[in-house]
């Protein structure tokens, strides 16, 4: 047994590491201590390595669950996952756990456990990457995808594809996507194209003008094939920027400077006003009156005739597609000027063009002319050397350097040269043999080249190699020496690292930490890491010249053919393979097999690279069953939360429309008590939506649309929602703005209005006296955005400092006392930051206790030109429901208390009304009664609500199709209300619903009946 231990201990792929209670030792197994690279020597005598691997946060955790295990008699296990740093700054992540054992009076010891999970992270890892960059590149094309199926009569649209037409579904009918057309023909004409690929494998492209819903002046191209005889596959992409690239053309084709003309067989077509211009005509019908050889002198600077040399040009143009020489033209006036002229085939009314650009070089040339003259010592020199030159004037004995030499002498000023002598900087070694050079250069009138050690003024060490060419003067005498220097420095160490690279190979294969092994022409080893042994399990031996084939005679046929390939010339590698072992186990492995080359350029060998992979496939694929898990586990969640929601919802319904009704007629000393219960009620909802805001948020659910609103109303409908709150606490609730506050922006209005509608909230519930100010000002503003500045400031209890933090956490108030005093989940102010964040912004406190506090954050937010109606000021006075007498509507839903509460308020409005019980007799009742509209409950028994609305649509008469269904639902999932509208409903209220918006909802849709009809 306990060599049964042992070999565990010793010889498994998990690290062990054990702590000896009675010794205070520390002892591990082979595999912990490669896992950590961490010196064997060393290990018992120091704890150390604790802190050398693991982060603060890591550390400070592993202390505490030791300190618990180590003194604590009852058996615990505590596990981690870690991101180690190795020595060699390799990162490791590790999944460890640790146990103490114990007796019956002690702990005797604490053992941890640690396996290597790097492979599979950073799989994962991989994963994320490639997710991310798919979602990425969609929006950086600007493009999605779209599917239609004839048998369904329906579009099928991915993410990108949505976001692109600002659609909510991602199924949509003929009348959803033609909305998105600004012109009918354009639809017709995709509509006929898409309806012809059912019979044809063609592929059509449209470019069309959007709806302004979408934006101003922006284009969208399809283009669609047929993927079978029932489906069309295509896609649509945002065209806007190349339409615009379109007309900046033709701005860059006006305004250059450069002269451009189109011309054709027949002579200009068109011209820009540069070219008028430097033709020197009057303006461009002038220009186009003449044929293009006018303006060209009879002969170019070459001596060839203008004639036949721009036949050449031109021919040379169509057949290169580009060509770029200079000519000389002549101006309308007589004068000439030479220019670069640049031509480029092109195609225009089906015709071939030529486009030519003329850029005036002939300050240019004169400029060369004069430059040309200046370099002709530089261009001798650099015949020698790509190097500073240098010269030694012989009368006078001092030396010149150009200024490139500076870098090489390390000197910052070129005019410290004539002071420097070369000679008090060469190392005495070859001092002698240079000046030897010097003197045979000046005698023999011979060129001569030296490698010089130098040792600088700054005492830096520099090897440079020196040419030098003696100049004879007319006396047949030389009196300079001209030549190059070169700094060699790094090319020297480059060599001598060179030599010890070659020295380091040998022992390199030999001890990489992979399974390496070079071979010859031949398959006979020349060099093989230790891990080649291993992973083949070769019995130990000196396989040098012995052959691969011979060493391991069950290496697959498949291996031996691609060897031979390599061979050739060939490059093969894969990422999973697999072979079985002599023992007979199977292994997977990844390998690189490539040929190596001899300095003759001829194939010396091939070079392997093999790794066992087996751990990493067996991992993937666990990592793969725990992805499936966790995906049924998100479906399962948000099932859950749905139903959880319904429930509690719907009989929130009752109690707080009840209330409601119970209000209206309400004895005085009743009222009291009702409008507890209609306030306790009503906090109970808050909660519940703070929880299902707050789970879509973390979930990751939470989209933000950009549409056109008015912020001035916004604020101000803010302000009249939580007004009656206000007054009912005796605060005042001020709106302040500034006058120049844009009218309309672009942005997610409800995302907006639910973060300000929170703090405005929270301001008045935790204020008992004095005012609530709401306040909007612009921070920036540029042509195509608005900052503006949002602030709520209240007069309230105020909060510590200390808290300033805290209060934006999860489920966190200020206090106890505030939880029991005011209520709430805590999450009010989580869900505004997180959705501050979302958008790119920072929510911020300012307050003191008892002194009030200022919530305040900016908020970037696209401009709009959109113009909305002047608004007036909303009338606060509670109004009286005007009568909807003539109204018949079916309300479809199983639970009785819902039914009464709706239809004491249908009584309330003179509005007829039929029940069902389900979804079965809703049809039914449909059909045998003339309803004005359909309040759908989801969920029924025997059919749901979305069946049942299928069925209605499904009818053939065409009032079945027009028929206003709003659903009815306790549920808050936004899926649920994308089903919803996806399957036909026109609206949706949400139980408990608000008496009013109700009210709203139903004059709404009667009132578009009205004018349908």
């Known amino acids: 047994m306990q060599n049964l231990v042992n070999h565990i201990f010793e010889d498994t792929f998990v690290g062990y590491w054990l702590w000896d209670a009675s010794t205070h030792l520390n002892s591990c197994n082979p595999t912990f201590l490669n896992l950590l690279a961490y010196p064997e020597a060393d290990f018992n005598a120091s704890e150390a390595f604790w802190h050398d691997y693991l982060s603060a946060s890591d550390l400070f955790d592993f202390q505490n669950a030791f300190e618990e295990l180590s003194q604590t008699l009852e058996s615990k296990h505590i596990s981690f996952k870690w991101r180690m740093k190795l020595p060699n700054h390799e990162v490791r992540y590790v999944r460890a756990g640790f146990r103490n054992l114990v007796n019956d009076f002690s702990v005797e010891a604490v053992v941890g456990s640690f396996v290597d999970i790097t492979e599979e992270t950073l799989q994962l890892l991989e994963t994320q990457k490639e997710d991310r960059l798919y979602q990425h590149t969609s929006l950086l094309g600007k493009s999605g995808a779209w599917e239609f199926d004839f048998t369904k009569k329906s579009f099928y649209l991915n993410k990108p594809a949505q976001k692109i037409l600002h659609l909510p579904s991602a199924c949509v009918d003929w009348d959803v996507f033609q909305n ?122 070459d001596g060839s005739t203008s004639l036949e040399k721009s036949k050449k040009m031109d021919a040379l143009a169509r057949q290169n597609g580009y060509h770029r020489f200079e000519w000389l033209h002549r101006r309308l006036d007589g004068s000439t000027f030479l220019a670069e002229v640049t031509l480029n085939p092109i195609r225009l009314n089906q015709k071939d063009a030529l486009l030519v650009v003329w850029h005036d070089i002939t300050e240019r040339k004169k400029a060369e002319a004069k430059l040309a003259k200046t370099q002709l010592l530089l261009a001798e020199t650099q015949l020698l050397t790509h190097s500073a030159s240098w010269v030694l004037d012989l009368s006078t004995h001092t030396n010149t350097y150009s200024s490139a030499a500076c870098e090489i002498f390390e000197i910052e000023d070129v005019s410290s040269f004539p002071k420097i002598n070369l000679l008090d900087w060469i190392d005495e070694t070859t001092k002698a043999q240079y000046q030897n050079l010097l003197e045979q250069a000046i005698q023999n009138h011979e060129e001569f080249e030296i490698e010089l050690s130098l040792n600088l003024s700054n005492n830096k060490k520099k090897i440079v190699r020196k040419i030098g060419k003696p100049t004879v003067s007319e006396s047949g005498k030389v009196d300079k020496i001209v030549g190059a220097i070169l700094d060699i420095t790094q090319e020297r160490k480059n060599q001598e690292a060179i030599l010890i690279k070659q020295e380091q190979f040998a022992n390199f294969i030999t001890n990489t930490p992979a399974a390496v092994a070079i071979f010859d022409t031949k398959m006979n080893y020349l060099a093989y890491s230790q891990h080649w042994i ?61 040929p190596w080359y001899l300095d003759s350029g001829e194939i010396g060998g091939i070079i392997i690279c093999f790794d066992v992979i087996t751990d990493q496939i067996e991992a993937k694929n666990i990592l793969i069953l725990a992805k499936e898990e966790a995906e049924q586990a998100a479906v399962a969640k948000t099932q859950f939360l749905s139903t959880m929601s319904h429930e509690i ?115 008045v519930k935790f204020t008992d006296y004095g005012r609530v100010t709401i306040s909007a000002s612009i921070l920036k503003k540029d042509a195509d955005s608005t900052t503006v500045t949002f602030e709520v400031k209240d007069t ?193 209220i949400s139980k408990p619903f608000n008496p009013d918006e109700l009210y709203r909802k139903i004059a709404l849709y009667k009132k578009e009946n009205i004018q349908a009809g």
């Open 534 to 594: 291993n992973s083949f399990q070769i019995q130990e031996q000196d396989l040098i010249g012995h052959n691969h084939y011979e060493v391991l005679p069950n290496i697959p046929q498949k291996w031996k053919a691609i060897n031979d390939l390599c061979l050739k010339g060939e490059i093969h590698h894969s990422k999973c393979d697999s072979y079985t072992r002599a023992d007979g186990e199977l292994e997977w492995v990844r390998w690189d097999a490539r």
């Open 649 to 763: 919802r719907t009989p929130m319904n009752a109690v707080i429309g009840i209330t409601h009704l119970l209000m209206q007629n309400a004895r005085e000393d009743q009222a009291e008590y009702l409008k507890i219960l209609k306030f306790s009620a009503e906090n109970l909802l808050v909660l519940i939506n703070d929880i299902l805001d707050f789970n879509k948020i973390e979930a990751g659910k939470i989209t933000f649309e950009e549409v056109d609103f008015s912020l001035k109303d916004l604020l101000i409908n803010i302000r009249a929602a939580l007004l009656q709150k206000a007054i009912d606490k005796g605060i005042q609730l001020k709106l302040m703005m500034e006058d120049d506050l844009p009218e309309a922006v672009k942005g997610d209005s409800v995302r907006i209005g639910q973060i300000l509608t929170n703090l405005v909230s929270n301001a």
């Open 180 to 301: 998105i057309f600004a012109h009918e023909e354009d639809f017709l004409s995709f509509k006929r194209n898409v309806k012809a690929l059912s019979n044809s494998h063609n592929i059509f492209t449209l470019e069309f003008e959007v709806d302004k819903t979408l934006g101003i002046g922006r284009w969208f191209r399809i283009i669609a094939d047929s993927k079978t005889s029932s489906k069309v596959l295509g896609i649509i992409q945002d065209i806007t920027d190349f339409k615009l690239f379109d007309e900046r053309l033709n701005v860059i084709f006006e305004r250059s400077t450069d002269a451009h003309l189109i011309f054709d067989e027949n002579g200009i077509i068109d011209c820009n006003a540069a070219a008028v211009q430097m033709l020197g005509c009057d303006d461009k019908a002038t220009l186009l009156r003449y044929h293009p050889a006018y303006f060209s002198p009879d002969f170019q600077p």
């Open 796 to 988: 309230g209890i105020g909060i510590p400092q200390d808290k300033w933090n805290s209060i934006f956490d999860s489920f966190t108030q200020a206090s106890p006392e505030t939880t029991r005093k005011y209520g709430g989940t805590g999450l009010g102010l989580t869900i505004t930051k997180r959705l501050l964040e979302l958008q790119g912004s920072k929510i911020q406190l300012e307050s003191a206790p008892g002194e009030g506090s200022t919530f305040y954050f900016d908020l970037r937010l696209k401009n709009s030109s959109f113009q909305f109606k002047k608004r007036t000021e909303p009338d606060m006075t509670i109004q009286k429901h005007p009568s909807l007498k003539g109204l018949k509507l079916l309300i479809a839903d199983d639970n009785r208390i819902n039914i009464i509460v709706a239809q004491q308020f249908f009584k309330r409005w003179d509005i007829e009304s039929d029940v069902a019980e389900n979804g079965v007799l809703a049809v039914q009742m449909v059909q045998q009664s003339d309803y004005d509209m359909v309040l759908m409950d989801l969920q029924m028994p025997e059919m749901d609500g979305y069946e049942a609305t299928q069925s209605i649509r499904a009818l053939s008469n065409d009032k079945f199709a027009h028929i206003p269904i709003i659903a009815l639902t306790a549920s808050a999932m936004l899926d649920i209300k994308d089903k919803a509208f996806s399957v036909g409903m026109n609206d949706y």
